[in-house]
């Protein structure tokens, strides 16, 4: 498990910030967000700092979503969220990786989200599905 003294996630995976823990193994941490958007919202980290998915080896991965899950269930929510931002632009606010279980018990509560859809042309997805199914 790697840490960064100044990450606050880092901090409360060491102890030295307390947290309301839902789960917790050698990989993964969960805990409630305190600023919730609605009852129930929680965390879900890998133990290993890392500031994006990317830089997360998979095998820290593999426990996440089934916490989440877990977690999700746990919540009781018929409708709720599974959230993991990257990047300033994309509304990450800790440079630590983390999954937001958000519950949305009604228009008001929970994630807010716009939709922008673009209209692309066939021709113009296959060739994006070209690229990106030849780097995978």
Not at 3 to 27: D, H, Q, T, V, Y
Request: charged fraction near 25%.
């Amino acid at each position: 498990m790697s840490s960064n003294a100044a990450c606050i996630f880092c901090k409360i995976i060491k102890g030295e910030i307390p947290s309301f823990k839902l789960f917790e193994s050698e990989r993964v941490l969960a805990f409630m967000d305190i600023q919730p958007l609605a009852r129930g919202h929680a965390l879900v980290i890998p133990k290993t700092h890392a500031a994006k998915l990317l830089d997360v080896p998979d095998n820290e991965l593999e426990e996440c979503m089934p916490v989440a899950k877990r977690i999700a269930k746990a919540i009781g929510a018929n409708d709720y969220n599974i959230l993991q931002n990257n990047g300033r632009l994309a509304h990450q606010e800790v440079d630590h990786v983390h999954f937001h279980v958000i519950p949305k018990p009604d228009a008001k509560q929970g994630l807010q989200i716009g939709w922008p859809q673009q209209k692309l042309e066939m021709d113009e997805l296959k060739s994006i599905f070209e690229e990106l199914k030849a780097k995978m």
